[in-house]
Nanobody, 126 residues
Framework: QVQLVESGGGLVQAGGSLRLSCAAS????????MGWLRQPPGKEREFVAG????????HYTDSVKGRFTISRDNAKNTVYLQMNSLKPEDTAVYFC???????????????????WGQGTQVTVSS
C-alpha cells in the first residue's frame, strides 16, 4: 500500500512559477517510477512528467518541455514538479502517481500507475 499526498498548488499569474511536492509513504518508494498527471476542467486526465526510480531518466509531454522539471529525493520519499513560465492552459488538478513495478521504466501511460494522490489544484490566470 502506498499513500501519496500532494501539496504546493495554488493560484498564479501567467508567467509565474509553482513547485508541487508529493510525499509518499512506504519503504519501497525509491524503487518506484513516479509520475505527475493532470486533469484540466472538462477534459481527460493526461500525462505531464515521469521519472524513473533512480532519477536518472525523465520524460515530459511536449507542451511542458523546457518549462517543467520533475525530480525526486529518495531519502525524503518525495517527488517534485517545478513549473515555470506557467500558462493558463496549465490550469488543472495535478496528481502524483506511483508505478509499483519494482525498478520500472518511466511511463506516459496513465493506467500503468497503481497509486494516486488526491490531487492539488493549479490555476493560472491570464
Amino acid at each position: 500500500q502506498v499513500q501519496l499526498v500532494e501539496s504546493g498548488g495554488g493560484l498564479v499569474q501567467a508567467g509565474g512559477s509553482l513547485r508541487l511536492s508529493c510525499a509518499a509513504s512506504g519503504r519501497t518508494f525509491s524503487r518506484y517510477a513516479m509520475g505527475w498527471l493532470r486533469q484540466p476542467p472538462g477534459k481527460e486526465r493526461e500525462f505531464v512528467a515521469g521519472i524513473n526510480w533512480s532519477g536518472g531518466s525523465t520524460h515530459y509531454t511536449d507542451s511542458v518541455k523546457g518549462r517543467f522539471t520533475i525530480s525526486r529525493d529518495n531519502a525524503k520519499n518525495t517527488v517534485y514538479l517545478q513549473m515555470n513560465s506557467l500558462k493558463p492552459e496549465d490550469t488543472a488538478v495535478y496528481f502524483c502517481a506511483a508505478k509499483t513495478k519494482l525498478y520500472g521504466d518511466v511511463s506516459d501511460y496513465a493506467p500503468s500507475y497503481d497509486y494516486w494522490g488526491q490531487g492539488t489544484q493549479v490555476t493560472v490566470s491570464s
